[in-house]
């Protein structure tokens, strides 16, 4: 809140508080500023929002904003009555004249005095305004999933592309390599956005108590359903669904599943009557579902009916720029936090790092930096930082396994040679995935003639 003198409100009466917005909201020229009422009607329209828009003040005044802004998404659109206040999020707008505009939108609420909704200010300012690192073209980082892999950024760009269709997405990649994010991606990317992501793991729950989650039930359907329940497919409706290790999903609800796609309903447990749902259904699995289908445990046509538009993420040790990215990105991230500070990696640390298969992927690399601020000590994180299956040479992923025995001026000159093949045009990139600052990895290089 601003503070403001006992003399603010006298000031403000002579003025008038409504030039003082007027001109408030007309100093932030680069976005739109308006002012929606308790119902959403757009009582006030920026000069900016004019520009922004092409749509004048007397196109717009009076009339709910989600029909003058074009962005359907029912009552109390964007659930900012609940919220009260929103930051930089990320929107898309369709423009009158069919461009869609990529905003971050500001939002605050107001409530009368008995806490009722009463109306929101709102700002929204083009992406292309805003500092270039939120753009995902130009930067390694896309919804917080961050890759420089050239794999990663194809599915990156399929992402992108199919976020604005309605295809239904299916995405292959072990655990731990991002399926989720993706998926999340997928969703805020989507006109979609608005509306609620859900997310299940079908391998997590039994048969019946998953197909009560999907579809809901009714009361009395089983001894226990004492009051009518809600699945997951009536509370995503409008939104995005993301049903994870879809390859273990028990044949009956495959079924029921396929009737949803199909047909855009379904009967809840115990009902009699079909609810209507509109679902987008984004699907993942670590397993081929061809040959879940060849083995019987898959039917055929649901397989097609949810790769449409298949995506596969590769795994971690497939993809060994980005260990040093999500490295560098996980250890700032604990740095701010004070416990412990990093400020390199010892190369034979470096080295096992690299070298390691990663099982279990980004999660498990999580776990590892995790692990090294918890037990380790220091500025630099050592091998003795790394979780013990580091130490048994039998886990190590290069054919030359025993790299931990190596001497360090070895395992130094190799990691520098690695590191300038895999980026030799950015000697930013090839210190990162060395683990080094530029200027170490500058005065090594020279040391080892490289
Ligand atoms: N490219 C990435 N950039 C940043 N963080 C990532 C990336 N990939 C995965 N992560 C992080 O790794 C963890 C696992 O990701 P996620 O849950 O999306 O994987 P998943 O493939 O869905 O795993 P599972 O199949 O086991 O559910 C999360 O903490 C996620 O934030």
């Known amino acids: 809140m601003a503070s403001s003198s006992p003399l603010f409100k006298r000031w403000l009466g002579q003025i008038g508080a409504d030039q003082v917005v007027e001109v408030l909201t007309d100093l932030f020229e680069n976005g739109a500023a308006f002012i929606v009422d308790s119902n959403s009607d757009i009582l006030l329209w920026s000069k900016g929002a004019e520009q922004l828009f092409g749509l004048s003040a007397t196109d717009t005044i009076g009339k709910p904003c989600k029909t003058a802004l074009n962005c359907d998404n029912g009552n109390d659109p964007c659930n900012l009555a609940e919220l009260g206040i929103v930051k930089s999020q990320a ?46 073209d130009d930067s390694d980082s896309f919804h917080g999933i961050l890759s420089r892999d050239p794999a990663m950024k194809e599915a990156i760009k399929i992402i992108r592309n199919v976020a ?82 879809i390859a273990e999903l028990p044949l009956e609800l495959q079924a029921k599943l396929l009737r949803v796609i199909q047909e855009r309903n379904f009967i809840p447990v115990g009902g009699d009557s079909a609810v209507s749902v509109d679902v987008r259904i ?27 538009v298949p995506i596969f993420l590769p795994p971690l040790r497939e993809r060994r720029q980005d260990i040093s990215l999500l490295l560098q990105h996980l250890i700032d991230r604990h740095n701010t936090q004070g416990h412990r500070h990093i400020d390199s990696i010892a190369p034979e640390a470096m080295r096992l790092l690299l070298d390691y298969r990663w099982p279990g992927n980004v999660r498990e690399l999580n776990n590892v930096v995790e692990y090294a601020y918890a037990v380790g000590r220091g500025s630099e994180l050592s091998i003795d930082d790394l979780p013990p299956e580091f130490r048994e040479p039998v886990i190590t992923f290069s054919p030359a396994a025993s790299n931990a025995q190596r001497s360090k001026s070895q395992n130094e000159a190799e990691l520098i040679r690695e590191a300038l093949q895999n980026s030799p045009d950015n000697l930013e990139q090839a210190a990162q995935y060395a683990g080094m600052s530029r200027a170490t990895f500058w005065r090594k290089r020279r040391k080892y003639g490289l």
């Open 282 to 308: 984004i699907a993942a699995t670590h397993r081929s579902l061809r040959e879940e289908v060849k083995a019987g445990h898959f039917r055929e046509d649901l397989m097609y009916r949810l790769r449409v």
């Open 91 to 136: 929107v898309r707008i369709q423009h009158p004249y069919g461009r869609t505009l990529h905003c971050y939108r500001t939002a605050r609420a107001f409530y009368d005095s008995n806490g009722g909704f009463a109306g929101a200010i709102e700002f929204l300012q083009p992406q292309s305004n805003t500092a270039p690192e939120q753009k995902p």
């Open 164 to 245: 604005e269709t309605e295809a239904t997405v299916l995405i292959r990649g072990e655990s731990g390599t991002g399926k989720e994010m993706v998926a999340h991606a997928l969703h805020l990317e989507s006109p979609r956005h608005y509306q609620p992501f859900l997310a299940i793991n079908c391998a997590a729950l039994t048969p019946s108590l998953l197909e009560s989650e999907l579809f809901g039930h009714v009361k009395g359907a089983f001894t226990g359903a004492v009051r009518n329940h809600a699945g997951l497919f009536q509370r995503a409706n409008g939104g995005t669904l993301f049903l994870d290790e």
